[in-house]
Every structure is written in C-alpha cells, then in structure tokens.
C-alpha cells in the first residue's frame, strides 16, 4: 500500500491546528480539498483517523501516520537542502522536555542549534515518551529507558532532587523531625497527580506509603514560589534550591535521564542528540 504525502500533509495540518478550516488555510487550499484528502486516506487505510470534533484529534490508527508524516516532512527538507533547491529557511522541530530539565541544563541546546524553530512540550519526565508514540514530537527527555517503537535510546546521566522546605516550615510541621507521623500531618507539594517525587521519597524514608495533605502547583515558578512561602515540602533539582531552604531529610533521590528520538537516517535528528547529549554532559552518572 503506497500512501499519498498530500494526504499525510492534510491530516498532519488537521490534527495541529484543529480543524479542517484551519489546516486548509494553511495548505493553502479549500476546506472541502482537505476533507476530500483525509476522506481518500481513510478509505485507502480502511480506518477513521481523525475524530471530528472542537479541536479535531487523531485516533489511536492515526497516531503512526501523523509520526509519518512528520518524518517524511522533515526528511524532504533535508533533501531539497542538500540539492541546493528551495528549502524551508527554518526548520521546525517538535520535543518533550521535562520543566526541571528545561530550566538547567537544556537551556544549552536552545543556544546549540541555530537555524531551528522550537516547538517544546515541557511534559512530566514520566510521562514524556507519549508524545513520542502519539506522534507528537520527534524526540524526548525521559525516564523510560525500553525504546518506543521506531526510536533510540541515549542515556544522558541523572538528576539529583532533594527533599527542602523553609525554616518557618520545619519549625511548625516538623519539630521534632521527619517522621512518619509528621509526614501524614505536614503539607507536601507536587507537580499535579502523576508527579511521583514525593511519594518515592517517603516510600525510600519510611519503607512505605504515608498518606498526607498535598497541593498540586503545575508550574516551575509556582512550585517555587510556594516552597519560599512556606506552603509545604518538596523535592527540588540540587541546583536549584535557594540558600534559605533547609533539607527536610537526609536521603535523596537520583533521576535517570534518557533521550529518545527517531530512528531517521537524518541530519537534523543526529545534531539534536549530539547536542542534547553534550548539553547534558554535566549531570550525575548514573548508578
């Protein structure tokens, strides 16, 4: 079965902007072009792909054509590039980075690769090789170190978070130390509900899970912010925790890091992972 790249080109256009109006402007064609492109595409793979709605979205059968159609635009831009035709003067590329790595040592890469338009989707390191597999991005910072189907794996080194609080803090809720019976009393916070920091830490402290008030604060800042206010605990980057904050525990926990990113003989996804390796050079080794 051959599939048509001004098909693959309308569905990959639906699916980012969200509709048939939208993704027609851009394609610069009718609405009713690309409905009949995505209509010829369904009946030659003999499956809905794309679910009508406000935004559209991709079925589960879509997901590995939108993957398609973002490698096979990525790689027709190499190739117009190295035969000196009319190549896009940038080059978009999609990631998934974790916030924590993205304000340390990420930062780096966005200085590394000039000539490139960034679509980053700061997603939780859990939880970031969705995206991969949904076809989202072309490449992930990650925890999960078994390949998404089609990519490869690089280990990039690990993260050291630290369990800290302020002065205030540790003076009202844990007086006498972090213990069990104060942890289920003491506000924790965390990311939103798949952030599992905080539970590994108590898990590693008390060899087991202890239930405790938590407040779910989604953003790099606010997870600062309320940290410095006091509001509760939390497991913090190393190289991001403030002078006044004080460790709640002596135990620690070390993050593996991995980069997995498509498995394209193509020069744009081999200089994004040399240089996201050698942004991440500094990190711990891991165990």
Known sequence: MRIDGQQLAALAAVVESGSFDAAAARLHVTPSAVSQRIKALEQRVGQVLVVREKPCVATPAGVPLLRLAAQTALLES???AEMGGEAAPWTRIALAVNADSMATWFTTVLARLP?????????DQDHSAQLLREGV???????????VPGCRVHPLGA???????????VERYLPHGFTAAAAAQAPSLAWNRADALQDSLVRKVFRKDVGRP???IP????FGAAVRAGLGWGM??????????VPIAPQHLDVPLYWQCWKLDSEMVSTVTDTIRSAA???RARR
């Open 78 to 80: 190499e190739a117009l």
């Open 281 to 283: 050079a500094g990190l």
């Open 159 to 169: 993260m050291r978070y630290v369990p800290v609080a302020t002065v205030d803090y």
């Open 214 to 216: 938590v407040h779910f």
């Open 236 to 245: 913090y980057p190393e190289e991001l925790v403030e002078p006044s904050w």
């Open 137 to 147: 991005v072309m490449g992930a910072v990650t925890t999960e170190r078994r390949s």
């Open 115 to 123: 000539g490139v338009l960034f679509d980053i989707h700061i997603e």
């Open 219 to 222: 953003t790099a800042e606010g």
